[in-house]
């Protein structure tokens, strides 16, 4: 299945606001964060019924325990963009 989740809370897009003329640039960064679980993006119904669906019942935690993320890839625009980091709260890498 693919899921898929938005840094900007599904609105799409994150504008940068500019900052005050004469701002150092160090002093013009600004940060987004997110963070979620795999568990969130997946909706209880038949898998036949969307990408984001586990299976028939499948609100039962024990019944979703296979589903392992494999992949995130982070999408951000440059010049605006100075980096992305992901990693794994539970383990911290």
């Known amino acids: 299945i693919r899921l898929y ?3 900007e809370d599904n609105q799409g897009e994150y504008d ?8 150092p640039a160090q002093d013009c960064v600004q940060v987004i964060t997110s963070r979620w ?3 969130d993006m997946m909706q209880a119904c038949s898998s036949r ?3 984001e669906c586990t299976g ?3 609100a039962d935690p024990k019944k979703i325990a296979g589903v392992h993320l494999i ?5 951000c625009h440059a010049p605006d963009c100075l980096s992305m980091e992901l990693y794994n709260a539970d383990t911290g890498r």
Do not use: E, F
């Not at 940068?16 to 701002?23: D, N, R």
């Not at 992949?71 to 999408?75: E, F, K, L, S, V």
């Open 56 to 58: 028939t019942d499948s």
């Open 49 to 51: 019924s969307g990408n």
């Open 37 to 39: 679980k795999v568990r």
């Open 16 to 23: 940068i606001v500019p900052c005050l003329p004469g701002t």
């Open 5 to 7: 989740h938005q840094t």
């Open 71 to 75: 992949y995130a890839g982070p999408h």
